[in-house]
């Protein structure tokens, strides 16, 4: 397959961006199963790790890949680079407006009818609300990459 | 997509002693893949890199890039 330095750098991106924080998300939904305070402890350190992770692995392969394309590395983005990177980042953005917006509108339902939280007991995830934040944050991500990759494939 | 216009960017390449995909990008600033979609019509170029393209054969915009209007 023929790509530019900035696809490979997408798919690098998408596949730790899905990987890592696929791994995350899977353990957080297994929170559920341990008492609060102990779950809470292990989601800090289950989204410190991930973060912590996803920058090394960015680091590496990108520099691995600067590395082995010199020349395209230091020549940067150009128009076209630029116009899929923008038409990508477009796409991600209405995914984390959509999932701020869910997010914004469940904390205002919940505060008006606060039954509804001790009802909704099949998902006793501690930080719930941060995690929603961070799986549209996650998912806007994944978005942008796919989308970029999506133009360089399609072509224009 | 059809775009309204059609390049000579191949033949271009070709009259200039097989100038590689590679050499133009390098001349032009852009990356070999935005020259190979130029090429086989995919991506419009912005006016800018479009005179850089001729301004690389040393010839004329028209030259290069021929308006044929939209498709019906």
């Known amino acids: 397959m023929d790509m530019s330095f900035k696809e490979k750098s997408a798919w690098i991106s998408l596949f730790s961006t899905v990987l890592i924080f696929g791994y995350y998300f899977y353990s957080v939904f297994q929170l559920s199963d341990l008492p609060v305070e102990q779950a809470k402890e292990v989601a800090k350190g289950l989204l410190i790790r991930a973060i912590v992770l996803s920058v090394i692995v960015e680091i590496i392969f990108h520099g691995m890949l600067a590395a082995t394309n010199h020349k395209a590395a230091e020549m940067g983005a150009d128009e076209r680079d630029k116009l899929f990177e923008y038409r990508g980042n477009n796409f991600g953005y209405s995914i984390l407006v959509i999932g701020v917006l869910f997010t914004l509108g469940r904390i205002i339902t919940l505060e008006y009818n606060p039954q509804w939280n001790e009802h909704s007991s099949s998902l006793q995830i501690p930080l719930l609300t941060a995690h929603i934040l961070m799986f549209s944050f996650i998912l806007s991500e994944v978005a942008r990459f796919a989308g970029q990759i999506y133009y360089y494939r399609r072509g224009y | ?72």
Do not use: C, W
């Not at chain 2, 309204?4 to 893949?33: H, S």
């Open chain 2, 1 to 72: 997509m059809s775009l309204p216009f059609i390049n000579k960017v191949r033949e271009k390449r070709f009259f200039a002693n097989e100038m590689t995909q590679q050499a133009l990008a390098d001349k032009v600033g852009v990356t070999r893949q935005t020259i190979m979609a130029i090429e086989k019509g995919k991506y419009s170029p912005s006016l800018e890199v479009a005179f850089r393209i001729a301004v690389a054969f040393n010839t004329h915009l028209e030259d290069v890039f021929i308006y044929v209007g939209d498709a019906e």
